[in-house]
């Protein structure tokens, strides 16, 4: 991931990308929100805010942490709106954020976790152009998945601005994957329709047209932006393309489960007590 932080010396990054790096960690570390990091970094600087995820993502490779693959965020044209902003953001996934399909997520895993249906892309061959095309990536793309995105702020309330989020590793907190590969031959991914319920009632529906007018769109703009860094999408990576509908809060002893045409089910729960526990997949990491 190139960033601000390409050939700076760990001593000498900007204090004020170390403070927001700080702060975001110390959530993490002590599950208390911490205030908005936008207050600061130069509010509507991106290359700041994505210098401080890159500042933690770089400590966790340090202690042992290994990336899987990258998410992508703000699909939504609403929401782009909202935040007065016109392309999506990303974030990177650790191979310890994975949770089995229909596993449970601890309490007190994340701060203030919210849950999102999303279609998943497994490579199986590197994107190292700068302009990728929707053909470049149908030739990369081995399968498809149903994901559950569960996403979390270590920013208090979720009172965040587009710095905010970025610096917070794109809001990343878990995922879950469905456990049948689909491959995209006479699969149309802006058709898919998904929904998804909350403890048996409906809480989000929409369909890949909603994901950048397909989820095809998302992983090509991801795909040329981190070759544009440096630090190109490889043979293996998992790619979370972006929400199909809107997300919906999680509460301890809420199940959750998303169907996505043509992709199958996935499910998620979240523990009532601190006594139940998950497995993780790709804790080698």
Request: aromatic letters at 4%.
């Amino acid at each position: 991931m190139s960033t601000v932080l390409d050939g700076v010396r760990p001593d000498a990054v900007p204090p004020a990308v170390v403070k927001a790096a700080d702060l975001l960690a110390e959530a993490t570390r002590t599950g208390v929100a911490c205030p908005p990091v936008r207050t600061l970094l130069d509010d509507g600087d991106l290359e700041t805010a994505y210098a401080v995820q890159q500042l933690n993502v770089r400590r966790g490779l340090d202690v042992g942490r290994r990336i899987v693959g990258r998410k992508i965020g703000l699909t939504s044209v609403a929401v782009q709106r909202q935040l007065g902003v016109d392309q999506p953001d990303f974030g990177a996934l650790f191979a310890d954020m994975a949770v089995p399909d229909g596993g449970e997520v601890p309490v007190g895993r994340l701060l203030q976790p919210k849950v999102e249906a999303e279609v998943a892309l497994v490579l199986g061959r590197d994107l190292p152009h700068r302009e990728c095309t929707v053909v470049d990536l149908l030739r990369a793309v081995d399968f498809a998945l149903p994901a559950l995105e569960i996403v979390d702020s270590r920013i208090v309330d979720w009172d965040i601005s587009l710095v905010d989020t970025v610096a917070d590793n794109a809001s990343c907190g878990l995922y879950v994957l469905g456990a049948t590969p689909v491959p995209l031959t006479g699969v149309d991914l802006r058709a898919v329709t998904m929904t998804m319920a909350r403890n048996g009632s409906a809480v989000s529906e929409g369909t890949g047209a909603d994901c950048l007018g397909s989820p095809l769109n998302a992983a090509v703009w991801l795909a040329s932006a981190l070759a544009e860094r440096g630090d190109p999408l490889r043979a293996g990576d998992l790619v979370l393309t972006g929400a199909l509908g809107p997300m919906a809060p999680a509460t301890p002893g809420d199940y959750f489960e998303a169907h996505i045409s043509e992709l199958g089910s996935v499910r998620v729960g979240f523990a009532e007590d601190a006594t139940t526990t998950v497995t993780a997949e790709g804790d080698d990491q």
